[in-house]
């Protein structure tokens, strides 16, 4: 193998690192994810509290019950676009690895490198599915709020 100059060094180190604006942009996605996810634990734990302190009416323990149904729900959806937002991020690193290497080494990677590509991608389209869920089931347990404000009159 025969070296290479600086050169010819930085357009291979130019290429490689291109794939770094993808990381960047889910990053922000994990932290927006995490953020609801650690969000939706406190309230959950909030409304199991309110629900063990007993005085309740009967209506609104059935309220709370129903909220903690859909707090579960939501964070089973939301691990699991907090996982593939995680697989997009690896994949990418993956990704701009490969691409150095081949490029370095002049190796012919195509094939896998789109794979790769294509399961960093396939990883960033499920994880904004299950986002778009998790707002639909977030709405949802408003709505149970205000059915309940709208049954029990003005206080």
């Known amino acids: 193998m025969k070296e290479l100059s600086l050169t010819q060094l930085v357009p291979i180190l130019q290429l490689a690192v291109g794939p ?21 634990i406190d309230r959950s734990r909030a409304i199991i509290r309110e629900i063990s302190e007993g005085n309740q009416a009967p209506v609104v323990v059935a309220n709370l019950n129903d909220q903690v149904q859909i707090l579960h729900r939501r964070a ?23 691409l150095f290497v081949a490029a370095f080494w002049h190796v012919e990677l195509v094939g ?11 990883g960033l389209i499920g994880s904004m599915i299950a986002f778009i869920a998790d707002m639909n089931l977030s709405l949802r347990a408003a709505q149970l709020d205000w059915k309940l404000i709208e049954k029990s009159g003005p206080q």
């Open 20 to 40: 770094v604006i993808l990381i960047s942009g889910v990053g922000l996605l994990l932290l927006t994810l995490t953020n609801r996810f650690g969000r939706m």
């Open 112 to 122: 896998v490198l789109v794979a790769i590509f294509c399961v960093a991608i396939l």
């Open 76 to 98: 089973g959806i939301l691990r699991l676009s907090i996982t593939l937002a995680a697989v997009t991020v690896l994949s990418v690193g993956v990704l701009i690895l490969g």
